[in-house]
C-alpha cells in the first residue's frame, strides 16, 4: 500500500526528535530506550548497520512507551526483517523502484529519504507525502527545506544527518517539517559508561526543542 499518511504523522508527531541510533550491544538496548523514553523522546530509529540491531530492536522494543522503528533500510529482505523484530516503522537512506515496490507490500509504513525535488516528487507519485530529508546538512540544511515548501507544499520533512541542538531548532521551526532524527543525544562516552542519566538529560533537553 501507499503510505499511511495518518499512521506515520501519528508516529513522527510524538515528539520533535527521532534518536537515531547505532548500537550493537544488546546488553544496552533496553536501559538505552527507557532513558530515552523517560526523556520525552518515545520514537526510537534503531538503524540496520551492526551485526545485532534486530536483536537491539527487539529488545528496545520490550520497552514501555518505545515506538520503535528500523532505519538504514535498504532492502526487502531488511523491510521483512523489521516487521518480525517488531517495528512500528521502517526508514530508508533513499528511494528507487525496488524499495517502493516492497513497501507496497508491508504492513508498517516507510519514511524514505529523499535529497532533491526530482525525488520529492517521485515519492510523492507513489503516494508519499512524508519524507525523510537526508543527508540534511551536507544538501544544504534549513534553507534548502524552506525553498521546498512554496513548490512542493504536499509533503512534510523529518531532516537528518549533521544536526545538532542549534540546527534542531531552526529545523523545527519550518512549516513543512515535523520532527528531526540525529544521535547528538546519546554520545559516545556516555553509551560507552552506561551513563544513562545523562542520556535521559539530553533526551529532555531535545523534547523541549519544538517551537
Known amino acids: 500500500m501507499p503510505q499511511d499518511a495518518a499512521a506515520i504523522r501519528s508516529i513522527l508527531s510524538l515528539a520533535p526528535v527521532v534518536p537515531v541510533i547505532i548500537l550493537d550491544d544488546v546488553s544496552q538496548a533496553r536501559p ?6 523517560a526523556g520525552g523522546l518515545p520514537i526510537l530509529e534503531v538503524t540496520l548497520r551492526t551485526p545485532n540491531a534486530l ?7 520490550k520497552v514501555t512507551g518505545a515506538i520503535v522503528g528500523s532505519g538504514t533500510v535498504r532492502t526487502p529482505l ?6 518480525d523484530a517488531g517495528c512500528r ?3 530508508s537512506p533513499g528511494i528507487s523502484p525496488r524499495i517502493l515496490d516492497a513497501a507496497d507490500d508491508i504492513g508498517i509504513p516507510l519514511l524514505p529519504g529523499i535529497a532533491t525535488p526530482s525525488e520529492a516528487m517521485t515519492a510523492a507519485e507513489r503516494g508519499y507525502s512524508f519524507l525523510k530529508f537526508f543527508p540534511a546538512e551536507a544538501n544544504g540544511g534549513a534553507p534548502v527545506l524552506k ?3 512554496s513548490p512542493l507544499p504536499d509533503i512534510t520533512f523529518c531532516p537528518t544527518g549533521g544536526i545538532d ?3 534542531a531548532k531552526v529545523y523545527l521551526g519550518l512549516s513543512n517539517v515535523i ?3 540525529g544521535s547528538w543525544i546519546m554520545p559516545a562516552d556516555a553509551l560507552a559508561s552506561g551513563d544513562w542519566a545523562r542520556i535521559e538529560a539530553l533526551a529532555r533537553e531535545a523534547s523541549a526543542l519544538r517551537g
Open 165 to 167: 541542538p542549534a540546527k
Open 179 to 181: 520532527c528531526v532524527g
Open 89 to 91: 516503522f521502517m526508514v
Open 32 to 37: 538505552l530506550a527507557e532513558a530515552l523514553v
Open 147 to 149: 525553498a521546498f515548501a
Open 78 to 83: 531488511h523491510m521483512k526483517q523489521s516487521v
Open 55 to 61: 536483536k537491539v530492536i527487539e529488545e528496545m522494543a
